[in-house]
């Protein structure tokens, strides 16, 4: 096959690699989160939430890469289950603060074994995992300064 057809394959693609394990991973998730009540981007926020306490919606979205309209409905859902509260910043009306409910601060003793039992799914060492994410950290922000 010449070079110009073989780049075209299916399996040669990174993008195509990333997006299918994405999608092992999430369906990996899905068992875990459902008994929990969560889907995947909700306990993202909640991951975010669990290491500070208290942030504003555009801090959250900052850090999961995700705009408003995406994060709204999400915190929406969480407020309605109990596990965050959201109110207007009192130094600028147009912030919304979003703050850990103390069902939000319980929910995290019940999800505390979930990182390990994805992990062991992985077939991965701890190492391994984490030598993982740092190059798709990386893989991300170099891709991000490429706009």
Same mark, same amino acid.
């Given at each position: 096959m010449p070079p110009s057809q073989a780049n075209l394959m299916l399996d040669q693609q990174l993008c195509f690699a990333l997006y =299918?394990? +994405?999608? %092992?991973?999430s369906k990996t998730y899905k068992?875990?989160? #459902?008994?929990?009540?969560?889907?995947?981007? /909700?306990?993202?926020?909640? !991951?975010?939430?669990w290491e500070q306490e208290e942030? +504003?919606? =555009? #801090?959250?979205?900052?850090? !999961?890469f995700l705009d408003s309209g995406t994060l709204t409905p999400l915190? $929406?859902? !969480?407020? &309605?289950?109990?596990? @965050? %509260?959201? %109110?207007r910043d009192a130094q600028d009306e147009r912030r919304v603060r979003v703050s850990? &409910?103390?069902?939000?601060? /319980? !929910?995290? $003793? $019940? @999800?505390?074994p979930l990182p390990s039992k994805v992990l062991s799914a992985t077939q991965c060492s701890h190492q391994e995992a984490m030598r993982l994410a740092k190059d798709l950290h990386a893989l991300r $922000?170099?891709?991000?300064? &490429?706009d």
């Amino acid at each position: 096959m010449p070079p110009s057809q073989a780049n075209l394959m299916l399996d040669q693609q990174l993008c195509f690699a990333l997006y =299918s394990a +994405s999608l %092992a991973m999430s369906k990996t998730y899905k068992p875990h989160l #459902d008994a929990l009540g969560l889907t995947y981007p /909700q306990y993202l926020v909640m !991951l975010v939430l669990w290491e500070q306490e208290e942030l +504003s919606v =555009s #801090d959250i979205g900052e850090r !999961l890469f995700l705009d408003s309209g995406t994060l709204t409905p999400l915190l $929406k859902r !969480l407020e &309605t289950n109990g596990y @965050v %509260a959201r %109110a207007r910043d009192a130094q600028d009306e147009r912030r919304v603060r979003v703050s850990l &409910t103390t069902e939000g601060r /319980q !929910l995290r $003793k $019940k @999800v505390n074994p979930l990182p390990s039992k994805v992990l062991s799914a992985t077939q991965c060492s701890h190492q391994e995992a984490m030598r993982l994410a740092k190059d798709l950290h990386a893989l991300r $922000k170099n891709l991000k300064t &490429t706009d």
